[in-house]
């Protein structure tokens, strides 16, 4: 549990069956937190040890939100870090996804973003939140929104600018 003046950002999963039948009984799961060390991009419930990574800050250079299209009338949100060349991909839902299937279902998002982000679902972000944590642990990060996620908030965003 973070303290509510906490820079430290996170979120969890919504508690589901899922948790029980991916062995980890009734406890929260982490879904995404911003802190200190990086960012930790959780899992998904039913293989969540195996999926979830703590990416330094060392290696970012963008925090991505963007929505990728579905055959659903709504887009799915998804967050990702774009990293520094030469960084090994990380573990996660969409470790073993080819650069066609990314294109087709996000073509203005970097293929390594798409690969190695996370989607929410049953769970969501507060970019009020995630801002004050980007600009707590590491202002030299941007944060970039895409138009298909926040209306009326597009483009990279320098947060030492941002109000």
């Known amino acids: 549990m973070v303290d ?3 820079p ?20 929260r ?13 959780g899992g998904m419930p039913l293989q969540y040890r195996r999926q979830t990574a703590v990416v330094p800050w060392a290696e970012i250079e963008v925090v991505v939100l963007w929505a990728q299209r579905t055959a659903q009338l709504r887009p799915i ?9 030469g960084s090994p991909a990380l573990p996660g839902p969409n470790q073993n996804l080819k650069p066609e299937m990314a294109a087709r279902v996000a073509p203005h998002i970097e293929y390594e973003v798409v690969r190695d982000g996370r989607t929410m679902v049953l769970w969501r972000i507060d970019p009020d939140r995630l801002t004050t944590a980007l600009r707590a642990f590491a202002p030299g990060v941007p944060l ?3 138009q298909e996620y926040w209306k009326g908030r597009t483009g990279e965003i320098d947060l030492d600018v941002f109000p």
Request: overall charge positive.
């Open 77 to 85: 949100r998804c967050v990702g870090v774009k990293r520094r060349p």
């Open 144 to 146: 970039r929104f895409h």
């Open 8 to 27: 430290v950002y996170e979120e969890h999963f919504t508690r589901t069956p899922l948790n029980l039948l991916g062995g980890h009984g009734w406890k």
């Open 29 to 41: 799961l982490l879904a995404f937190r911003v802190d200190q060390y990086g960012i930790t991009l």
């Open 4 to 6: 509510a003046v906490s």
